[in-house]
């Protein structure tokens, strides 16, 4: 307990304004993303499981409200902060779903105070979480038969987001993370080869390609490009052939032309008969490189990918929102040039195959044949269902996937499917942005 100043400091100053005013009605906000980033078809809603667990155990601790204090908030707004939990409902897009711009991602009904505090936190995570689970499943698209193992974890910011790389690439597919926690936490396989320093430390390649294979249980990879890199290959095979090496064994390209080494690399395997030996590559690798590797059948049978997927290089950031759709049941909107909204509490309806979902008010019946993406996933401040899991999360991604069309997963220039505003939606825009012109025009 104890999480609520994880938070913009506009947050609290309006929290405290409502509750000294009595504005304590619900109020809803929604969740979405303006527009995809260039090169984007599509998103990946990610990041709701950090968001309940957040939600759940949102307070204020003994030393938060002893800072508020400081901070000069009033006595009285500090004891109503004291007992305020969270205590509202949440409709989310679950986990895995491909989602598209100005579709909420999710929305929260609660006490406007409630609501406004949880901003910050909610837009951090999904943001982040999207932005990664869009990357990671675009290097899936694009790896085609070739396996992908998350190496991120050096290279993201903070180990907070290592963990999320390492969870939504699992999601996307990923056979593996080099995240020995993330691992042991999300029930993933822990994958890893050997660091340049290994090799370095041993008087010969050859020594420590024997000691490591003699140390060290479970599969065995062995970096071959320290020195020469054809040269470490040979010197690879033999040591695997002098030790009887079976199982998964393998080979790892970390520099150099891969495409051309891999090729060079599987024809020295073959030649001394080690064609079940595996090429591993890594270095500098994204969905553009594998698109390549794809492409061109170059022999390689796994991949690690590091830093472009972490910090999600090409597209590090979403166009995310969290606005005000209705408070006490009136609808309200904003009618600001670029950053208009539309009111009231959504649903978004799809039919797969798709190339066009529809944008709903709530509870406006669905077209025939469309199912409703977002569902409840919390009433009272209590989830109604128990913790999503990634299995579950990949099985609706990978049936999403299969219903977008083969133009929106392109990696350059895609066609985004379209998002068509329901009739009722329209009419209650044009209704409440006229009011509000009427009222403020005076």
């Known amino acids: 307990m104890g999480n609520a100043l994880i938070t913009d400091l506009y ?3 309006m929290a405290s304004s409502y509750l000294q005013r009595g504005m304590v009605g619900p109020a809803t906000f929604s969740l979405f993303v303006r527009r995809l980033p260039t090169n984007r078809g599509f998103l990946v809603a990610a990041g709701l499981e950090d968001c309940l667990r957040y939600l759940e155990s949102f307070a204020f601790s003994t030393e938060d409200l002893d800072w508020l204090e400081n901070a000069g908030f009033p006595v009285d707004v500090i004891e109503r902060f004291s007992a305020l939990r969270f205590t ?15 579709e909420p991602l999710l929305e929260v009904t609660a006490p406007i105070a409630e609501a406004q505090l949880v901003e910050t936190y909610l837009l951090n995570q999904v943001t982040f979480q999207t932005a990664l689970a869009t990357k990671a499943t675009r290097c899936r698209l694009a790896a085609g038969d070739i396996e992908l193992v998350d190496f991120a974890l050096r290279r993201t910011h903070g180990t907070e987001a290592g963990m999320a790389v390492a969870r939504v690439s699992a999601i996307a597919g990923f056979v593996g993370s080099s995240n020995v926690e993330a691992a042991r936490r999300f029930g993933l396989q822990a994958a890893g080869t050997m660091a340049h320093s290994y090799i370095e430390a041993f008087p010969t390649e050859a020594e420590a390609f024997r000691a490591f294979a003699e140390d060290v249980p479970g599969p065995i990879t062995f970096l071959v490009d320290t020195y020469d890199t054809l040269e470490g290959v040979k010197t690879a095979a033999a040591v695997i052939r002098d030790l009887g090496l079976t199982g998964s064994v393998g080979v790892r390209l970390d520099s150099g032309n891969l495409a051309q080494l891999a090729r060079e690399t599987r024809r020295l395997l073959d030649d001394v008969d080690l064609s079940e030996v595996r090429i591993f590559v890594s270095g500098g690798l994204d969905e553009y490189d594998l698109e390549r590797f794809r492409v061109n059948h170059v022999p390689i049978d796994a991949a690690g990918v590091g830093t472009r997927l972490g910090v999600s290089t090409d597209a590090p950031s979403l166009d ?29 309806w799809r039919r797969l195959p798709f190339d066009e979902d529809v944008l709903a008010t709530r509870n406006e019946p669905g077209p025939t044949g469309f199912e409703p993406l977002l569902v409840p996933v919390m009433r009272g401040g209590c989830r109604v269902e128990p913790p999503d899991t990634i299995e579950a999360a990949r099985l ?25 505003v329901s009739e009722r939606l329209r009419l ?15």
């Open 396 to 420: 609706r991604l990978t049936r999403d996937l299969d219903g977008l069309p083969p133009a929106a997963r392109v990696l350059r220039a895609p066609t985004v499917p379209g998002v068509a």
């Open 11 to 13: 947050e609290l100053k």
């Open 88 to 102: 509202g409902d949440v409709h989310a897009v679950p986990e895995g779903r491909v989602v598209l711009a100005n």
């Open 320 to 348: 995310s929102a969290y606005k005000l759709v209705a408070f006490e049941e009136r609808p309200v909107l904003k009618l600001s040039v670029a950053k208009a909204t539309l009111p009231g509490a959504k649903q978004v």
């Open 428 to 442: 209650l825009t044009d209704y409440v942005t006229a009011g509000v012109r009427n009222v403020n025009d005076g």
